[in-house]
């Protein structure tokens, strides 16, 4: 037989219970025709050479914001890595704008609170930025903060007449003017005046989100929310983009996006007494092809836990008066979802906190028994504050939790900070999880944090802080548990473990040449592997010496 590739002398973890382990896979159409003995004697147009290295399955990310972390990755980065403290905020901006012009927008992302000591403020913008506008985006993304030339352009002249508005919360001075921050779906008083997004701008920064990911051996991910402005996406022609970026060769991963459900409207009648709640012409999850396929419909229930935003049981630990808030009102929450659940959407809602996880659970249970669907395989993303009861109702009712580890160390102290000691040690639940049945995926949340899965499984593994401090240490998972999640859980989570995360016949040819054995290292040294190559379908898609 002739095949298309053929990659030998690897030591190749399949995840294949029948065939765990491998050191030849050969490649037909894209999937993998055999392996080992299989292939035996089979000639290929392309023969690439391990050298021994080990190789995984193709990482699959379950919840992360591919376009946005190619937009920020173009943008000034205002991680706490590069500016550590507020003062070298103000200056990293100052030199931005000394290269533009003076009427342009300048736009940066990452910085973050807890670790800088506070959030910019309009007045010191203005100084930094010589008057332009500015916007800077929270590294949660739940927030950000603007200049006093941004809010004019959006219609608020000194920053005065900004409203309240509900899901949101407007940072204001001792005279009632806006100070710079918004929360939530405040947000969007000043991006509407930057979006929707040119396509070329979305499609060049999927281009950079994809050239980083294939670097770090990420073959597939779930953008989780496009289309909405107001909300989470770039404008109302992301699915165009990330199409375009398919068509011209900028998107190699293999991509499922969420839209956003308030961009789903009810479109009246389609016969026989029943409505369309949805997409025109009755698009919904599953549609598409192996490259870019629609997935979940996502909705946001409430904030951030180091925003201080995310809706919980009772009071922060720094902050008693304050336990958050839904972004949406409770029954237009419940109606939507079981609206989208009746016409066969899979629902990807975000719940951070203990009381916005209630929330969830009860309109997905509702929902079913309205409508019962088999399998709807709903999801909720994040899960992030969670009792043992709501873990055994989230297993119950056959939902996928899609946490976050790479959390644990970048924005785990601030977290620690926000729920105090007792909650902390119920904070990103992993191995509870898998312990009462639930499938887990993984996932990085990027760009909120690094999108690197290496370090996603280690901090898995490892559940230690920037400052070294325990997050929740009996919630650590396996190296095994780990890779399983990255690979088959997240297939899993999209509907997709038929063909996605294992390397066996008829699955797939997607996989990551690594450095060393992530099974085998010390787990302290797991996120300091790299990945030497990418293959995706077959095709080499990223090398840095691994293949030969």
Not at 445 to 458: Q, T
Request: with cysteine; proline share 5%.
């Amino acid at each position: 037989m002739h095949l298309d590739a053929l990659f030998t002398n690897g030591r190749f973890t399949t995840l294949d219970a029948d065939r765990p382990t491998a050191r030849t896979v050969g490649v037909l159409g894209g999937r993998v025709a055999g392996l080992d003995d299989d292939v035996a004697g089979c000639t290929a147009d392309r023969v690439h050479d391990l050298h021994g290295a080990p190789a995984v399955p193709g990482f699959n990310d379950a919840h992360q914001h591919l376009s946005m972390r190619g937009r920020r990755l173009l943008q000034l980065d205002l991680h706490a890595r590069a500016v550590p403290t507020l003062d070298a905020l103000y200056t990293a901006v100052r030199e931005r704008a000394a290269r533009l012009g003076p009427d342009e927008w300048l736009f940066g992302a990452g910085y973050d609170q807890n670790k800088i000591g506070a959030h910019p403020t309009a007045e010191a913008l203005d100084e930094a930025a010589q008057g332009r506008p500015v916007w800077l985006e929270h590294v949660s993304c739940h927030m950000g903060v603007a200049s006093t030339a941004a809010f004019a352009r959006a219609g608020f002249t000194a920053r005065t007449g900004v409203p309240d508005v509900d899901g949101g919360h407007v940072e204001r001075d001792a005279d009632g003017r806006a100070a710079g921050l918004l929360q939530e779906t405040a947000q969007h008083l000043v991006t509407r005046a930057f979006r929707p997004t040119p396509v070329d701008s979305i499609v060049a920064a999927i281009a950079a989100g994809n050239d980083k990911g294939v670097t770090e051996g990420i073959t597939s991910v779930t953008e989780p929310g496009i289309a909405a402005a107001d909300h989470v996406g770039h404008g109302p022609a992301d699915l165009h983009a990330f199409h375009r970026a398919v068509e011209e060769g900028a998107l190699t991963i293999r991509t499922t996006v969420m839209p956003y459900m308030t961009v789903l409207h009810d479109a009246g009648p389609v016969g026989g007494g029943d409505t369309w709640f949805g997409l025109d012409t009755g698009l919904r999850s599953g549609f598409g092809d192996d490259r870019l396929k629609i997935g979940a419909t996502k909705i946001a229930t409430d904030g951030s836990l180091i925003g201080r935003s995310a809706h919980m049981c009772c009071g922060y630990h720094d902050e008693p008066g304050n336990s958050g808030f839904l972004l949406f009102d409770e029954d237009r929450l419940h109606s939507m979802i079981t609206e989208a659940h009746r016409c066969g959407w899979q629902v990807a809602a975000h719940a951070i906190g203990d009381a916005a996880i209630d929330v969830v659970l009860d309109a997905f249970e509702a929902a079913q028994a309205a409508h019962p669907r088999p399998d709807a395989r709903h999801r909720i993303e994040h899960f992030a504050v969670a009792s043992d009861e709501q873990v055994r109702r989230l297993v119950g009712s056959g939902v996928v939790p899609v946490p976050q580890g790479r959390f644990v160390s970048e924005i785990g102290d601030g977290m620690i900070t926000a729920l105090g000691p007792e909650r902390a040690a119920r904070c990103y639940r992993m191995r509870s999880l898998l312990d009462a049945g639930a499938v887990l995926p993984g996932s990085s949340d990027a760009p909120v944090a690094h999108g690197s899965p290496l370090l996603g499984i280690h901090d898995m593994v490892n559940r230690r802080t920037a400052a070294g401090a325990p997050l929740a240490p009996a919630e650590a998972v396996t190296a095994r548990q780990a890779l399983y999640a990255y690979t088959v859980g997240s297939a899993y989570a999209e509907h997709a473990e038929d063909r996605k995360g294992r390397l066996a016949r008829g699955m797939l040819a997607d996989f990551a040449v690594l450095s060393d054995d992530l099974l085998a290292v010390d787990p302290r040294r797991i996120g300091s592997l790299s990945v030497g190559a990418t293959v995706i379908g077959g095709r080499v898609v990223h090398d840095d010496g691994a293949l030969r």
